[in-house]
């Protein structure tokens, strides 16, 4: 399975953004999508989570009301909406694939990893 990632970039604080990540290759009957993020000197933390087939969506706290993920069968892609936007959001984004269906906002379920994309937001 590869992941592809994209929509990083720099943004103000108060901006928007929307990172994309489409899955390719392997298929699975039933996943989650997860983001994630990772400022350097830090651990990869947890942002949101999609089950595919059902749309039930988790976020992490810092991020929500602010931040919405959402997938589109047609295009196999899942979007993580980033709206209101604060220089602490500044990371290295990564999507994931699980196949599990505990223990989602913890990396060690998620299998495969896309390459990540920078996002910067300036103050």
């Known amino acids: 399975v590869q992941l592809q990632a994209s929509g990083g970039g720099l943004v103000q604080a108060g901006g928007s953004l929307r990172l994309s990540c489409a899955p390719s290759g392997r298929t699975f009957s039933s996943f989650h999508m997860g983001w994630f993020r990772q400022a350097p000197g830090t651990e990869r933390e947890f942002v949101a989570t999609i089950n595919w087939n059902e749309g039930k969506t988790y976020y992490a706290d810092s991020v929500k009301g602010r931040f919405t993920i959402s997938r589109n069968y047609n295009k196999n892609t899942v979007y993580l909406q980033m709206n209101g936007l604060k220089p602490e959001d500044t990371s290295v984004y990564y999507c994931?694939?699980?196949?599990?269906?505990?223990?989602?906002?913890?990396?060690?379920?998620?299998?495969?990893w896309g390459q990540g994309t920078q996002v910067t937001v300036s103050s």
């Open positions: 994931a694939i699980s196949t599990r269906s505990y223990d989602l906002t913890r990396t060690y379920v998620y299998d495969y």
